[in-house]
């Protein structure tokens, strides 16, 4: 999925939220419609609520262990059905560097894929990835476009 696409897709559902409560809410949602081989991208500046709603994701798939953002470890797997693959590219150039850590071989098995700062490995992106746009727009609000899913 290349950035621009991030924007132009037809399916947009916009969420307002006013805590980290109602963005963990937002997640849980998301989850429910999300099937095997999913790819998840969120994309957001720092302190946006990805990790949060990451959380809220793994929440809906009933993961109970204490969900992280994988910074340093890049990969986090949770044993669900389907597993929960959580990612973040923060630490990652560019695709090449995911590439080099299998995360290519690895998106497109059987999981679900959540993947922060989703913009640093745009070409790693399948077509079809559900876009989840997070935008800070107050102290505890956030703005949050979720792209071609439609939301149960």
Known sequence: ?????????????ELET?????TFAVGKRIA???TAGMVVALRGTLGSGKTCLAKGIAGGLKI?????????TIINEYDTTPPLFHIDAYRLNNDEDF?????????????????????RIPKSLPSDAVAVELEITGSSSRL?????????
């Open 99 to 119: 590439e080099q850590i299998g995360g290519r071989e690895l998106i497109g098995g059987g999981g679900i894929y959540v993947i922060e700062w989703s913009e």
């Open 32 to 34: 429910e419609s999300l």
């Open 64 to 72: 109970k262990e204490n969900v992280t953002s994988p910074t340093y």
């Open 144 to 152: 949050i476009r979720v792209f071609g899913l439609e939301l149960k």
């Open 18 to 22: 006013n805590s980290e409560e109602e």
């Open 1 to 13: 999925m290349k950035p621009e696409d991030f924007l132009t897709r037809k399916s947009v559902v």
